[in-house]
């Protein structure tokens, strides 16, 4: 059995997007479950409204030992709410941690923006995780899949951390179990917190963190402001796509990624060849994702909100 599990707050403009991705996996989780942290623009009625389970959350890694706890199955995905995985991500994740017999691994990203510089971003992101997977594993707190009982070995997040828990997490969980990331999926992930902060304000955030994990430092207090739950919208959403303006139905899109193929070797593996690396390509497979939400979308959200419909979500990001 697969669980994911989804901490949240304050994420109605989000969460019914992951919470669609999810319903159209070729290989649909066993169950969802939503810890939310007391939002109060009715995100647990969403959840609720999508056939998820909802348990009483805080702040990242409270929610997710939270969501463990209550969870059944055999694997545990940790996600947040406001990726959007393709149809088949959580097969082809699966099939490969069974063939490489992981017990615990996370996966390389893409932004959900078509900006150059947020694809170079995570690009360097997805080296460093690769380039330090058996040094001094990583791991994005939007994207972990681990077995219930090392979850349950190593005593789930600790929740007295502030930042860095995630990587925290699978380092102490590397101690007991195979660790890997996996190159044959790549999770769509939000840019939110990049639009609002920039590039190097961030950059120079995610160092400081960085410095102290190697340090072997836990972060229990902040010396800068980390947002929790609290991003305002963009001005420019991450991942529609200007030439689709005044197009009824503007499909949500990525632009493929398209790393040289002796560093993808080098590092773990090429993720495929893609037919038409200069065009856009659907997010979410052959069914595209349209600005206005589907009728059967819109039937959750108003029986859940009582009202008619959420917007569609106008960025991505993280906590």
């Known amino acids: 059995m697969v669980s994911v599990i989804i901490p ?14 999810l319903a159209r996996q070729t290989q649909p989780p066993e169950e969802v479950i939503v810890a939310d942290a007391g939002s109060e623009d009715g995100t647990p009625e969403i959840a609720r409204a999508w056939g998820a389970r909802v ?15 209550a969870a ?5 995905v940790f996600l947040d709410a406001d990726v959007v995985p393709r149809p088949d991500f959580l097969e082809k994740a699966m099939r490969e941690i069974e063939a490489r017999r992981l017990d ?5 990203m893409e932004p959900l923006s078509p900006r150059p510089t947020d694809r170079v971003f995570h690009e360097v992101a997805n080296g460093y995780l690769l380039a330090l997977q058996w040094i001094s594993p990583r791991a994005p707190g939007f994207c972990i899949l681990v077995r219930r009982d ?13 930042l860095a828990e995630d990587h925290d997490y699978v380092r102490r969980a590397a101690r007991h179990g195979r660790f890997g990331v996996l190159t044959s999926v790549r999770i ?11 590039v190097f304000p961030l950059l120079l955030k995610y160092l400081w963190a960085e410095a102290h994990v190697w340090a072997g430092r836990p972060i229990r207090s902040l010396p800068f402001d980390y947002a929790f739950g609290h991003h305002r919208p963009s001005s420019r959403p991450g991942g529609y796509t200007e030439r689709e303006k005044g197009k009824k139905g503007s ?21 495929g060849r893609l037919r038409r690396p200069w065009r856009w390509t659907l997010l979410s497979g052959d069914r595209p994702l349209l600005t206005s939400q589907p009728k059967a979308h819109d039937r959750r959200l108003e029986s859940a909100t009582g009202s ?12």
């Open 8 to 21: 949240t707050l304050n994420e109605a403009a989000y969460l019914p997007w992951l919470l669609e991705a």
């Open 55 to 69: 348990v009483p959350g805080g702040r990242p890694a409270v929610g997710r030992n939270a969501g463990a706890r």
């Open 72 to 76: 059944r199955g055999t694997w545990l």
């Open 104 to 108: 615990i691994a996370t996966c390389l």
């Open 150 to 162: 090392l979850h349950e070995t190593i005593g789930g997040f600790d929740e007295t951390l502030l």
């Open 188 to 198: 769509p992930v939000s840019t939110r917190r990049v639009e609002e902060e920039g």
């Open 251 to 271: 499909r949500l899109a990525w632009l493929p990624i398209l790393p040289s193929r002796s560093i993808m070797r080098g590092m773990g593996g090429w993720p």
């Open 308 to 319: 008619r419909s959420l917007p569609p979500p106008t960025s991505s990001g993280d906590w």
